[in-house]
Structures are given as C-alpha cells and as structure tokens.
C-alpha cells in the first residue's frame, strides 16, 4: 500500500506560480512512476507530468515550457512547479504512484487561477 499526500494548492493570479508537493508513505519502494493529474469541472482526468524511476519526464503539451516535476527522493516526494499559470490551468490535481499494475491516489488539491 502506498499512500499520497498533496499541498501547495490554491488561488492565484494569471501568470503567477505555484509548487505543488506530494509525501509518498508505505511501500514506496515498489513505485515505478510518480505523476500528477488534474480534473476541471465537467471533464476527464488528463495527465499533466508525470517522473519515471530512471529520471524521465512526460508532460501534456498543454503544460509544456511552464511546469516542472520532480522529486526528492530523500524526503519520498514529488513536486509540480507551475509558472505561468493561466485560467485554463484551474482543476483539482491528483498525485498519482504507480506500483506494477495498481495505481495509488493522492486527494487531491485545488488549484485556481483567475484572469
């Protein structure tokens, strides 16, 4: 079992930043890939980046150029830095662990960016 933490949500101007942790406990050895996701009202959770064991990155395009995850795995966390923020941005993201073929959640943390 794995659980996931989130914090660092909330409201922000356009084109202002925020960082976004999440605190990995339980069986956090046997994670392969550390991601976040987020869900705007009305639509389907999307994958926003996502951190593999070895060190390689995914983003959505959407995301591309402002966002950066990454982790400390001293402190068994993962972090989403998000500059340039647009209103587009505003959903509720979700740290997501991958262990083998089960996927763990995090409860997710509001972000907000007004125009």
């Known amino acids: 079992q794995v659980q996931l933490v989130e914090s660092g949500g909330g409201l922000v101007q356009a084109g202002g930043s925020l960082r976004l942790s999440c605190v990995g406990s339980?069986?956090?050895?046997?994670?392969?890939?550390m991601g976040w996701y987020r869900q705007a009202p009305g639509k389907q959770r999307e994958l926003v980046a996502r951190i593999f064991s070895g060190g390689r990155t995914n983003y959505a395009d959407s995301v591309k150029g402002r966002f950066t995850i990454s982790r400390d795995n001293t402190k068994n966390t993962v972090y989403l830095q998000m500059n340039s923020l647009r209103p587009e941005d505003t959903a509720v993201y979700y740290c997501?662990?991958?262990?083998?073929?089960?996927?763990?959640w995090g409860q997710g943390t509001q972000v907000t960016v007004s125009s």
């Open positions: 339980g069986s956090i050895f046997s994670i392969n890939v």
């Open positions: 997501n662990a991958v262990s083998g073929v089960v996927n763990y």
